[in-house]
C-alpha cells in the first residue's frame, strides 16, 4: 500500500508495534526443550491479547499463528512436535493484522552454545537488512535493495537465497511490490515511491542458494546441511530514512 493519512500511518505503526513485540517474546522464552508448537502458543496467546489476527492463519490458512524454521528450515516452518535443543539456529516470522493494517517481521536466533559459522551468519544478516534499509529511500531503484545485500553476503563468505523476498504489505500481507529480492537484478528498473509500505527480509546462507518445498506443504528447505537466517522489519519508504515499524521497543 501506500501512505495516504495519519491514519495509514499510526495504523502501520501499531501493528507494527505488536508483531515486534511478539517476535521478542518468543526470542526470549525460546530455549531447550521446547517444541515449536509450545513456542508458536506463545505468539498465539499474545496476538490474541492485543487483538491482533495471524496473517498466515488469516490469509493462507497456515497450521499455525507464527512461522518457525530450524536449522535446514529457511522459512515458514510450520509449529509442531520438532524439539528445540541446543545448539539450534532458529527463525521466527511473525506478520499479523491489526484494525485493517498487516504488518511483518522476522528474526535468528541461536540457542547456546553458538558456532563461529552461526554467530557470523546472523550478524551478516542482521548487517544486510541495516544496508538495504539505508537504500530504501522514494526514488531510489528496488534492485539497490537486492544489490546491497548480496555485497554483505560476499564479504561475509555467505551466500543468498534467490528464491526468497520481501515484498509490498499494508492491507494484506502481501502487496506490490512483490519479488525484493536478495541479489542484484539488474532488470528490475522498478522505484519505490514516497509512502509505500515494503517488508524487506534478507535471507542468507551457508550453502543454499535456492530453497524447496518440503512435504508438509509449507516449510522451505535447502540442503540438509545447509544453515540460514532471516531478519525483516515492514518500513514506510520516506524521502530519506525510512520509517521502522517493526523495531523492537529498546530500538533493535
Not at 509442531?80 to 535468528?108: K, M, Q
Not at 536466533?109 to 522514494?138: D, F
Request: with cysteine.
Amino acid at each position: 500500500m501506500t501512505i495516504g493519512s495519519q491514519k495509514d500511518v499510526d495504523g502501520i505503526l501499531s501493528a507494527g508495534r505488536v508483531v515486534a513485540i511478539v517476535r521478542d517474546a518468543m526470542l526470549k522464552a525460546l530455549e531447550p526443550g521446547m517444541t515449536t508448537a509450545e513456542l508458536d502458543r506463545l505468539g498465539a496467546d499474545l496476538l490474541d491479547q492485543f487483538g491482533a489476527r495471524s496473517a498466515p492463519r488469516m490469509v493462507y490458512d497456515f497450521p499455525g499463528a507464527t512461522c518457525i524454521s530450524i536449522n535446514e528450515e529457511a522459512a515458514h516452518g510450520v509449529p509442531g512436535s520438532r524439539v528445540i535443543y541446543a545448539g539450534d539456529i532458529v527463525n521466527i516470522d511473525v506478520s499479523a493484522e491489526l484494525n485493517g493494517y498487516f504488518a511483518d517481521t522476522g528474526a535468528t536466533q541461536v540457542v547456546p552454545p553458538i558456532s563461529n559459522t552461526k554467530a557470523r551468519l546472523c550478524h551478516a544478516t542482521r548487517v544486510a537488512l541495516e544496508r538495504a534499509m539505508s537504500e530504501a529511500r522514494a526514488g531510489a531503484p528496488i534492485n539497490r535493495i537486492g544489490k546491497a545485500i548480496q555485497s554483505v553476503a560476499i564479504s561475509h563468505r555467505l551466500k543468498v537465497i534467490t528464491n526468497l523476498a520481501g515484498h509490498g504489505i499494508g492491507r494484506s500481507l502481501h502487496e506490490e511490490p512483490e519479488g525484493i529480492v536478495s541479489y542484484y537484478d539488474r532488470g528490475d528498473h522498478r522505484r519505490l515511491q514516497v509512502g509505500q509500505v515494503i517488508a524487506i527480509e534478507p535471507f542468507l546462507s551457508t550453502r543454499s542458494t535456492a530453497v524447496h518445498e518440503a512435504a508438509d506443504g509449507w516449510t522451505l528447505v535447502g540442503d540438509s546441511q545447509n544453515l540460514s537466517a532471516q531478519y525483516e522489519h515492514t518500513i514506510i519508504v520516506t524521502k530519506s530514512d525510512p520509517i521502522v515499524a517493526t523495531r523492537s521497543v529498546d530500538h533493535s
